[in-house]
């Protein structure tokens, strides 16, 4: 988790990123994963699985989740999204190196930004 303690993501958003990634994963594990307690997972995980976002198989003892990947979002400023858009962009790994680097900082009331070299400071 962030130093400041929040993300952009909500718990539900958490879970259901480590549900997609780790279909087979224990609650425990997910709750590890998240930063929350196994109880909590347990609650968003029936959340989903009745709202029908996430479906559940049973395989031996364990339980095995599969994200609806074409229902949507819930939020109108979101529902354009679905969920297998939403899975994909989250688990989709990040190659640092080739992320632009800024040319020279920018200087903004007192504070250094790093930001492209034709931006003007305010």
């Not at 958003?13 to 930063?35: C, E, F, K, N, W």
């Not at 198989?57 to 074409?70: T, V």
């Amino acid at each position: 988790m962030s130093t400041s303690g929040w993300t952009f993501l909500s718990n539900y958003g958490h879970v259901l990123v480590a549900l997609s990634t780790y279909p087979d994963a224990r609650m425990r594990d997910i709750a590890d994963m998240v930063g929350i307690t196994e109880r909590a997972v347990q609650q968003i995980v029936r959340e989903l699985v009745d709202q029908g976002y996430v479906f559940k198989d049973k395989d031996g003892r364990r339980n095995r989740y599969h994200i609806a990947h074409h229902a949507h979002l819930r939020h109108e400023l979101e529902a354009g999204v679905s969920l297998g858009e939403f899975v994909a962009l989250a688990r989709r790994p990040v190659d640092r190196a080739r992320l632009p680097r800024p040319s020279k900082p920018i200087h903004r009331g007192g504070l250094e930004m790093a930001g492209p070299a034709d931006s003007a400071p305010a």
